[in-house]
């Protein structure tokens, strides 16, 4: 197996080499496609700035430059942004890739056992559980993520986008026409989902690729004033105490701004 993780980057960079530092060893290829505009217009260059400062450090290995059109639908632009570093994986020869985003974490043990299993199975696509965390590193929400994620893949001819046309629950932009699909067990490997864990939770709520699902859904005011007990409306869970399983210092002193 040659595998090629596929890192979608604009903001929320101050996760991502942490992210990358546990899978590093059992990838034979690390892509940043990365963007300075974010679907909705904003400029910022962060995560730009530091998928380059990781090429340098020799922990990426490539970056590739995305621009979205502003007349496209934010979910459409995210599609295609993401076959975009699919195709450039295929062309490139790798027999699997990966979709990952900069919030998201695998204890590298676990990481490592879904490599081996992919690359003897004969499943052409994985799908993982995520465990959500919410402001710190260390509050869990109290149920896995409802949506699957797909995980390893392998490449072949005609591999397409299906978006929503996808048997389970899943991120319409990371779904393809799998032919066989596994799901991996909880108990072997789960991603660690940081999803609401930033340094300034604004920049992400103002380019949420789904921005009209958070209008009306108290969820600021609920980021502000969590707790360990506390109820999250817009997700239906509550915080609890967890563990800073990957010693993120990320969220310690978050700001909205």
Known sequence: MRLIALYSVFDGEELLEGSVRQIRPFVDF??????????TGETYAGGSEMAH???????????AMFTPTLTERPQICELRKRFGAMQLGFNAGFSHFLHVDVDEYYVPDQFRWATDFMDTSDADCSLVYSQPYFKRPDWELDNLDRAFFPFIHRYRPGLMCTGSNFPYVCDPTRTVNAQNITILPKENILMHHYSWVREDIGRKMRNYSTGGALEGSGILEDYRNAEVGSR?????RRVRQGKNLFNITVGTNAQVA
């Open 30 to 39: 690390i892509l940043c496609s990365v963007q300075t505009l974010s679907y």
């Open 53 to 63: 400062d990781l090429k340098r450090k020799g922990l990426v290995d490539q970056v």
């Open 232 to 236: 999250i409306r817009l997700l239906d």
